[in-house]
């Protein structure tokens, strides 16, 4: 078991939270461990490992067969999105690093599921920019770049279902989107969460799941 991302559990309490959540198949578990060897100095980036079902979970709850993903690391949010869709759906995965998402399409390879992922080596915001317009996606996985959040969700939300979600990552940011005095990142985080609270083609809510996570449906 790995650290936390939620400040108010305990380890006692995570431990328990794990271990009454589905576990991690032999891939997923390999990926996330493997993530935490061979790339310990970056592990922290590896979203949390109750996320992984969650959005399993999710992604079955809505019958997502078009997934867009917004930061893809090693492949553990990848692999546990792509593992719930339909055989023939297809999840497109940004990111800018070959280096780590090479680790991803070893476990995507290894799980049967590399013909679902079309992974986008490029600036995320130039991916999504490119992507057709009009309604089409199902499922988005927001968890890269911080100060882009607001930039990904105005190109993503013309493009959503009605009825597709966008779950965005780290929308807490470790605390320190309760402090009106901090910037960077953090206050990438507020605006975000202003925008989306505003944003009236959504509905949305913001859960103390790991770093926050904030799960918006389309109207
Ligand atoms: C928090 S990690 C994603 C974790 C991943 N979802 C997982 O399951 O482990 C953030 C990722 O966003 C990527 N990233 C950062 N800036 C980016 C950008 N402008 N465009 C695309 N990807 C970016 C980083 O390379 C990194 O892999």
Known sequence: MYETK?????????????????????????LVDLTHTRLADVSG??????????LAFLVRLVGARRIVEVGTFTGFSTLSMAQ?????????????????????????AKAG??????????????????????????????????????????????RMNPGGLIVADNTLFHG???????EGPAAAIRAFNDRVRADDRMDDVLLTVADGLTIARRR
């Open 6 to 30: 939620n400040p108010q559990l305990t380890p006692e309490l995570y431990a328990y939270v794990l271990a009454h959540n589905p576990p991690l198949d032999p891939v997923q578990r390999e």
């Open 45 to 54: 980036l590896q979203t949390a490992e109750e996320q992984g079902p969650l």
């Open 113 to 158: 599921v590399a013909d679902r992922i079309d992974l986008r080596i490029a600036p995320a915001l130039d991916t999504l920019r490119a992507l057709p317009e009009g309604p089409w996606i199902d499922f988005v996985f927001l968890d890269a770049d911080k100060v882009s959040y607001v930039a990904y969700w105005e190109e993503l939300v013309p």
């Open 176 to 182: 320190a989107v309760a402090d009106p005095a901090v």
């Open 84 to 108: 719930a869709m339909p055989a023939d759906g297809q999840l497109i995965a940004c990111d800018v690093s070959e280096e780590w998402t090479a680790v991803g399409r070893e476990a995507w």
